[in-house]
């Protein structure tokens, strides 16, 4: 198992208001699950925290959620990551799917 | 398995049946009548046990008015087989527990005393299903042995009997399942068996305690918090 | 030309969306709260924010409803400590507040590496189901998926007042490796697909009478067959009893001798088993009553 | 000047297997020979310094010939120059072990791939050259011409005439160079009748025939479960579509046969269709009935397919839909791998392939240096045919971007390369070189690396980031650059450089999904015309019937 923490700029989310959290992905065998949290108080920042079961991949994970961070604005977010061994795609394609599920207002 | 039924039930004891190690019949305890049904030497119980099981049961119901029923559990599970599945060997299962159900709520007393092997399926089908459960000491209760559990989860067995040092429910047998809140009352060999079910079936009642027990016992933490919770935000 | 998602692909949160009314969810313990099992980090096992059950309040066909989901990706599907006392939880708020509890099925049973715990908490669910039963409350179950309802969970899904299952879901309590391993290959060949759901599936169950119903793989079947059963509920009688009694016997005496699963679908009425194999859900029913 | 040699050359071939032919003598009843006999012919037909042919292709096999063959010892059988497309039997590895072997010529190992590794490694694999089919059947009319040659039939008649049934694949290019060059013809057959359905190879071009005590080996090798498919294959898929097919309007093509392109297929009839490209793509098709084209056929996209073998389990599907599929004058499926290979070369628009690895030059393989498995029909089909005259749209199109020189053809076929940027168990599918380039197995391959497919070749790379076009990059530096855009999170994709994408991104090199109309929210499994085996059963109305394995009702 690894586990690491980064913060990454990005623009503040262009939705203020709707879901305070949003899921994507199951915690299975190459997935992962990603929960995207409000985070009101560091509106420029996306705050990520991983586990991954298959350590030694922490390169190409900064790179994914950092082009992420950079492509959408998700200031003021806290992303958590549960991951078992999902590849590099998988984890922006949830990523993706989470961040749309957050700006739904319902 | 004469002299274990005698420790139970005296010579009343005779009113029990022991056919291909499966028990039926009736016995008393403390001078009332009580309806018994179990297992012995570490059987396996299929379709036809179950089967056999819940018409006993039944016949309670229909002739025994409250009689308490008293499980006595002393088997290795169920043996995988592909025509006993194939006509759906859940199904007997569940169709004994309903019998034991409607026992309950015609206001019969179910007591389990795990005597032997009290495995996985074997537990879970019939004697977990009591009001209140009980073990003797010696008795093998748990999901599996260390070394079983290894050999599927692949986790070294090592490191499963390190860690069960600290969480009860890995551990195998009576005393860490009592501590999970699964068994009420260990029964040490010297105590006197006959004293020991008439007072559990006096105390026996339809609240199922395991969760409180296996918090206050310290082995089974979360189980009532979680609980509660669900029900205090489903009650909002 | 597009079709449904199929609903043995669905995961637990996409199963429970499409089933209920838009928007009508309301998640208990959600993911934010993180009630996860401190086991499995002891074990170097990833957690998940659910703990591999998703439950919570929702309507159906405007019926409020609460509902349970296993996500049978993680760790099997299988009940833990927290997963098991989360079903509890659902199934005794069901019985507390007379709502009827829709249980989606996808289990291999007691999670190991939780031990003996999550036996107990499976014990306790059943005592939950039945306690639903005493106060009249239905207890559905549905099984969808290829994981389908093994060990212990099996055997609580026929505790329940029906099941609901689809071609795709598999009900029993010993798995078809764990069959192989016992009586070998020759006597059962697990990685014979046909075989194993013809022994286990949603067609065999449901031409037994294990399954109340068959629905097609996809939500919005599952929905109207939950909605048909909603409404019901099947009290435990003497007579009741009595009778599944005898229907088990007839059962076991008819087939216990074999272990052809194409017998009992003859003898249930299935005169062209390659035909009925092929049928959808709806086709199958109609052909099952036809006998 | 006269030459005696040329004297003694003018027919002593023929003088030679009348020879072998009446050493076989009483062991065969006219062309017939009993099943327990054959070791014995194989000994009596086949001289040291031979050049034999032994049928083995990628789904069917000369199984029991094979089989015999390899009971035979050095005393019997030596100094075999052994030529064949497929050696993946256990049998094939053992005249190996046995020493018989003093040369082999062959094209593709597959299964037995790390046992090719091992016998090369211990030098006990004598390697003329791994062929691509095409140089390997075109090498049988020049310098590799059978002596003997072992193929396999489903049936024969009394006369010797051979019906192949669905798999003809290369016995008629076997068959031709070895009976025109008095070679002999050795045929297993599955069964001898009295009338074929149809003649496929004249009794007049077969020497012997035995009848085999068990069916020739066949494999189900291009069905594709669709229930595999993967959300990220089909994101690939839409992009392949929107990028490419519709891009150039692609009309011929010939499919890999991977999930990747499984999962195009099955998106014709739903995304292709709201796409509005029904009618005006992928009408003629260069492959095996693979069983995932079903739907596509059903719902009236394709006007053609011809394959290079049969596929199990299409049988009544093929002959039925006898407007799409060649078929004999029986109703039943034909096909032909020589002829197909051409087809895929020459006649149509595009290949697109799955590949396990891909350098950053654009070179890909499929060999790791623990498993030398050779080349399928991918090579021929996936590189430029350059004597090409005829014009197509897509031809003109994609010629156009290349920016021909004064000296180049005006076209350029569609070589398109479909790779996830990682493979199974994160293995990184772009890499600085490839596995194929390792010194012991390029010295091996006397100095040829086995690469599938050239990066010259290639005019295409699609990943689940988007699509780099290599054929437009007009210098090497430049093509490495697209490659690496299109890399994702390998380490061939974090090297790239933010502005050298976005300038190419520009320039229309690099297509991301966005660029292209597709989103990854847009990805379900619920796009694809059939979600598994069954729904491909219901869409033939009942007329596939899937191999065992793939039943699971």
């Not at chain 2, 074997?122 to 459960?133: N, Q, T, W």
């Not at chain 4, 008095?182 to 009295?194: K, R, T, W, Y």
Request: glycine share 10%; aromatic share 6%; proline share 5%.
């Amino acid at each position: 198992m690894e586990k690491f923490d980064k913060t990454f700029p990005s623009k503040p989310l262009a939705w203020p208001r709707g879901k305070q959290w949003a899921l994507a992905g199951v915690v299975g065998s190459g997935n992962l699950e990603v929960l995207f949290e409000r985070n009101p108080k560091a509106p420029g920042k996306m705050d990520c925290h991983v586990e991954s079961s298959i350590p030694g991949y922490k390169d190409s994970w900064l790179a994914a959620l950092g082009d992420f961070a950079a492509n959408y604005p998700v200031g003021g977010t806290k992303v958590t990551i549960h991951d078992q061994g999902a590849d590099p795609i998988v984890v922006t394609f949830r990523l993706r799917q989470a961040y749309d599920h957050l700006k739904k207002t319902s | 398995m004469k002299t274990l039924l005698e420790k139970f039930f005296g010579k009343s004891a005779n009113g029990i049946a022991v056919k291909d190690k499966l028990m039926t019949g009736y016995a008393e305890v403390a001078g009332q009548e009580v309806c018994v049904f179990g297992t012995c030497d570490g059987t396996y119980i299929d379709n036809a046990a179950a089967l056999r099981f819940a018409a006993h049961v039944l016949g309670c119901i229909e002739n025994h008015s409250k009689a308490p029923i008293v499980m006595l559990v002393d088997s290795a599970g169920q043996e995988p087989n592909r025509t006993a599945e194939m006509l759906g060997l859940a199904s007997y299962f569940g169709h004994l527990l309903s019998c034991l159900q409607l026992a309950r709520q015609n206001g019969h007393k179910l007591i389990t005393v795990a005597t032997g092997k009290a495995i996985g399926g074997a537990f879970i089908c019939y004697g977990m299903f009591g009001d209140r459960i009980d073990a003797l000491e010696s008795a093998s209760v748990g999901l599996m042995p260390i070394e079983a559990m290894s050999a599927v989860t692949k986790i070294p067995a090592p490191t499963l009997e390190k860690l069960s040092r600290t969480m009860p429910s890995l551990e195998f047998g009576a005393k860490p399942f009592a501590l999970l809140g699964g068994v009420e009352e260990v029964w040490s060999a010297k105590d006197d068996y006959a004293a020991k079910l008439a007072a559990a079936i006096a105390s026996a009642n339809t609240d199922d305690n395991r969760a409180a027990l296996g918090k206050k016992r310290g082995g089974r933490k979360l189980s009532l918090d979680v609980r509660n919770r669900v029900l205090d935000e489903s009650g909002k | 030309m597009s079709s449904a998602q199929l609903f043995h692909e669905q995961t637990a949160r996409q199963r429970l969306a499409s089933l209920v009314d838009p928007g009508s969810f309301t998640e208990f313990l959600p993911p934010p709260e993180r009630v996860m099992s401190p086991y499995l980090p002891q074990l170097d096992i990833p957690v998940s924010f659910d703990d591999g059950l998703v439950i919570g309040r929702a309507k159906i066909g405007g019926k409020t409803v609460y509902l349970a989901a296993q996500v049978g990706q993680f760790v099997g599907g299988s009940v833990g400590e927290v997963h098991g006392a989360k079903l509890t939880g659902i199934l005794k708020a069901a019985a507390r507040d007379g709502i009827p509890c829709v249980f989606i099925v996808e289990s291999g049973g007691v999670r190991l590496h939780e031990g003996s715990s999550g036996e107990i908490a499976i014990s306790e669910a059943m005592r939950a189901v039945f306690e639903c039963r005493a106060k009249r409350v239905p207890t559905i179950a549905v099984i969808g998926s290829d994981i389908g309802a093994y060990g212990g969970m099996g055997i609580l899904t026929t505790c329940c007042d029906f099941r609901i299952m689809t071609e795709h879901g598999r009900l029993g309590i010993s798995g078809p490796i764990v069959i192989e391993k016992w009586m070998g290959k020759q006597a059962y060949d697990s990685s014979n697909r046909a075989l194993v759901w013809k022994t286990s599936g949603g067609k065999t169950k449901f031409l037994l009478g294990d399954a109340d119903m068959l629905a097609g793989d996809d939500a919005a079947s599952v929905t109207a067959a939950i909605k048909k059963l909603l409404a019901k509920s099947s009290p435990l009688t003497l007579k009741g009893l009595k009778a599944r009694q005898q229907e088990l016997e007839k059962r076991l005496k008819t087939f216990g001798k074999t272990s052809d699963p194409d017998a009992i679908w003859n003898a249930l009425g299935i005169k062209n088993v390659a035909e009925a194999s092929l049928a959808s859900a709806t086709e199958f029913a109609a052909l099952a009553k036809k006998k | 000047m006269m030459n005696t040699m040329s004297l003694e050359t003018k027919d002593t071939r023929r003088r030679n297997k009348g020879e072998r032919m009446r050493r076989v003598g009483k062991l065969a009843s006219g062309k017939f020979v009993s099943a327990k006999s054959v070791p014995e012919v194989l000994r009596r037909i086949i001289e040291p310094g031979d050049i034999l042919c032994l049928e083995g292709d990628n789904q069917k096999q000369a199984d029991f010939l094979a089989n015999q063959l390899a009971t035979l010892t050095k005393k019997d059988l030596r100094d075999i120059h052994l030529v064949m497309s497929c050696l993946t039997l256990p049998a094939h590895i053992e005249l190996f072990k046995k020493g018989l072997i003093r040369q082999v010529d062959f094209c593709y190992a597959g299964p037995q791939g790390q046992a090719v590794a091992e016998l090369l490694a211990d030098g006990k694999f004598p390697l003329g050259a791994i062929h691509t089919y095409n140089e390997i059947y075109a090498r049988y009319y020049v310098d590799l011409t059978p002596r003997v040659a072992l193929i396999a039939a489903v049936q024969a008649d009394r006369q010797g005439n051979l019906f192949l049934a669905a798999n003809t694949e290369e016995t008629p290019a076997i068959v031709e160079p070895t009976a025109f060059s008095d070679g002999i013809v050795f045929a297993q057959v599955n069964e001898i009748v009295d009338t074929l359905p149809r003649i496929d190879i004249p009794a007049d071009q077969v020497d012997l025939i035995v009848e085999a005590p068990y069916p020739m080996h066949l494999t189900a090798l291009f069905t594709r479960d669709p229930a595999a498919i993967t959300d990220v294959q089909i994101l690939m898929a839409m992009i392949a579509l929107r990028g490419i097919y519709q891009k150039y309007e692609v009309q011929s093509l010939n499919h890999g046969v991977g999930f990747n392109t499984a999962a195009i297929e099955l998106l014709l009839p739903t995304y292709g269709e709201q796409l509005g490209l029904k009618g005006k793509i992928c009408k003629y098709w260069m492959v095996n009935p693979l069983p995932t084209m079903i739907p596509a056929i059903e719902s009236g996209w394709v006007k053609g397919v011809f394959s290079v073998g049969g596929e199990v389990g299409m049988e009544r599907y093929t002959a039925a839909r006898s407007d799409i599929f060649f078929t004999g004058r029986d109703g039943s499926f034909h096909s032909n791998r020589a002829m197909g290979q051409l087809a895929g070369h020459y006649g149509v628009d595009m290949f697109i392939g799955a590949t396990l690895q891909i350098d950053v030059n654009g070179n890909s393989s499929t060999v790791s240096k623990k498993r030398i498995t050779g080349f399928g029909g991918a090579p021929n089909m996936g590189c430029q045919p350059m004597g090409r005259r005829h014009p197509t749209k897509a031809w003109l199109k994609a010629g156009a971007e290349s920016n021909p020189g004064p000296g180049s053809i005006p076209g350029r076929k569609l070589v398109v390369q479909l790779a996830e940027t990682f493979q199974s168990g994160r293995v990184p599918t772009f890499v600085e070189e490839l596995d194929a380039q390792d010194p012991a197995i390029k010295k091996a391959l006397h100095g040829v690396a086995p690469v599938m497919i050239y990066g010259d070749d290639v005019t295409h790379v699609v990943t689940e980031e988007g699509i780099a076009n290599l054929a437009a990059c007009r210098t090497i530096e430049e093509r490495r650059a697209a490659i690496r855009g299109v890399a994702g999170y390998t380490p061939v994709g974090l090297k790239r450089k933010k502005s050298e994408t976005k300038d190419l991104r520009a320039r229309g090199i690099i297509s991301l999904p966005e660029d292209l109309g597709v989103s990854p929210s847009d990805v379900s499994r619920s796009l694809l015309a059939a979600q598994d085996i069954k729904g491909l059963v219901r869409w033939s109305g009942g007329l596939y019937d899937p191999p065992a394995q793939f039943v699971d009702w």
